[in-house]
C-alpha cells in the first residue's frame, strides 16, 4: 500500500554567533577577544620606626595589706613624676593592670596570709627617641620597678603604609605590562585590585640615637646616676600586596 508523505519534523534552531564581550567588562575567565592576564604586585620598605613604647611594672610587698598598698602608691607616683617630667618626648603614658594578691602561709593549716604582693602595669609611647635610653635607665634603678622594651613601631597613620601600597600598585601594573608586550598585546581595562595584606614587622627589642642628658630636661644633673642606655632605632620593615586582573587586547600569536 502506498503510504503518505510524513510532515517533517521541525529541526533545532540554528546558533546564533556569540557576541563579542566589549573591552574592560568583567567576567570570571578571558575570551579569545579579550584576554585577561593576572599578576601580583608587591612591595618591601624599610623605614625608621616613629614611636618606641617601654612596660613598666612596679612591685611591692608587705607584711599587711595596707604596707604593700603604701609602698605600691608611693612607688608608683615616684615613676609617673619621672616620666612626666620629660615632657613632649612621652606621648602617652597609660596605667594597664593593678593587682593586689595574699600570699598563703603553704605551712600553715589555716588560710594564714605570710605577705601582700602588689603590682602596677604602665606603658609609655616615647616619641623623642634622645630621651628614650636616659629614662629606661633611670627607670630600671628605681626601687622594684622593671622596665621591658623598647618596642619600636609606627603609627597606624604612618605614611610608610601609603607609599608601601602605591608601590606594590605601581609594580602590579608594570608586571602586567610587560606580561602583555611579550604576546605582542597591550592593557586596555583594570578590572580587579585586591589589597591582600598591609602588615608592619614585629616589635623586638633594641635600640635608639644617643640621649641627651638631665639637664636637656630640665632636672639635675646627678652625678650618682648611672649612665643613660646608649641604644640604636631598629628599623621597620613594611609589607603591601595586592591582586590585580586587566583585560589586554588580543596577542599576536
Given at each position: 500500500?502506498?503510504?503518505?508523505?510524513?510532515?517533517?519534523?521541525p529541526?533545532?534552531?540554528?546558533?546564533?554567533?556569540?557576541?563579542?564581550?566589549?573591552?574592560?567588562?568583567?567576567?570570571?575567565?578571558?575570551?579569545?577577544?579579550?584576554?585577561?592576564?593576572?599578576?601580583?604586585?608587591?612591595?618591601?620598605?624599610?623605614?625608621?620606626?616613629?614611636?618606641?613604647?617601654?612596660?613598666?611594672?612596679?612591685?611591692?610587698?608587705?607584711?599587711?595589706?595596707?604596707?604593700?598598698?603604701?609602698?605600691?602608691?608611693?612607688?608608683?607616683?615616684?615613676?609617673?613624676?619621672?616620666?612626666?617630667?620629660?615632657?613632649?618626648?612621652?606621648?602617652?603614658?597609660?596605667?594597664?593592670?593593678?593587682?593586689?594578691?595574699?600570699?598563703?602561709?603553704?605551712?600553715?593549716?589555716?588560710?594564714?596570709?605570710?605577705?601582700?604582693?602588689?603590682?602596677?602595669?604602665?606603658?609609655?609611647?616615647?616619641?623623642?627617641?634622645?630621651?628614650?635610653?636616659?629614662l629606661?635607665?633611670?627607670?630600671?634603678?628605681?626601687?622594684?620597678?622593671?622596665?621591658?622594651?623598647?618596642?619600636?613601631?609606627?603609627?597606624?597613620?604612618?605614611?610608610?603604609?601609603?607609599?608601601?601600597?602605591?608601590?606594590?600598585?605601581?609594580?602590579?601594573?608594570?608586571?602586567?605590562?610587560?606580561?602583555?608586550?611579550?604576546?605582542?598585546?597591550?592593557?586596555?581595562?583594570?578590572?580587579?585590585?585586591?589589597?591582600?595584606?598591609?602588615?608592619?614587622?614585629?616589635?623586638?627589642?633594641?635600640?635608639?640615637?644617643?640621649?641627651?642628658?638631665?639637664?636637656?630636661?630640665?632636672?639635675?644633673?646627678?652625678?650618682?646616676?648611672?649612665?643613660?642606655?646608649?641604644?640604636?632605632?631598629?628599623?621597620?620593615?613594611?609589607?603591601a600586596?595586592?591582586?590585580?586582573?586587566?583585560?589586554?587586547?588580543?596577542?599576536?600569536?
Open positions: 500500500m502506498h503510504q503518505p508523505p510524513q510532515p517533517a519534523q529541526g533545532p534552531p540554528p546558533q546564533q554567533p556569540a557576541a563579542p564581550v566589549p573591552y574592560g567588562s568583567h567576567v570570571p575567565y578571558g575570551t579569545p577577544e579579550t584576554p585577561r592576564v593576572a599578576v601580583r604586585g608587591e612591595a618591601t620598605l624599610e623605614v625608621d620606626p616613629e614611636i618606641a613604647r617601654l612596660t613598666i611594672t612596679i612591685s611591692a610587698r608587705g607584711a599587711d595589706r595596707r604596707t604593700a598598698l603604701e609602698d605600691l602608691t608611693r612607688r608608683n607616683n615616684e615613676v609617673l613624676e619621672l616620666v612626666r617630667s620629660y615632657g613632649e618626648a612621652v606621648e602617652k603614658l597609660e596605667t594597664g593592670a593593678f593587682s593586689v594578691a595574699p600570699e598563703i602561709n603553704p605551712k600553715s593549716r589555716h588560710e594564714r596570709v605570710r605577705a601582700y604582693h602588689g603590682r602596677v602595669h604602665l606603658t609609655a609611647a616615647l616619641t623623642d627617641f634622645t630621651a628614650l635610653g636616659e629606661t635607665t633611670r627607670l630600671a634603678d628605681l626601687e622594684l620597678t622593671r622596665v621591658d622594651g623598647p618596642r619600636w613601631g609606627l603609627r597606624p597613620d604612618s605614611p610608610a603604609y601609603g607609599r608601601a601600597r602605591q608601590q606594590a600598585v605601581r609594580e602590579a601594573v608594570q608586571r602586567a605590562r610587560e606580561y602583555a608586550g611579550a604576546l605582542g598585546a597591550r592593557l586596555v581595562a583594570l578590572t580587579e585590585l585586591a589589597d591582600l595584606e598591609v602588615e608592619e614587622g614585629p616589635f623586638q627589642p633594641a635600640g635608639v640615637a644617643a640621649p641627651r642628658t638631665r639637664s636637656g630636661y630640665g632636672g639635675p644633673a646627678d652625678r650618682d646616676a648611672v649612665a643613660a642606655l646608649d641604644l640604636e632605632p631598629q628599623r621597620q620593615t613594611v609589607f600586596h595586592v591582586n590585580a586582573r586587566f583585560t589586554m587586547t588580543p596577542p599576536e600569536l
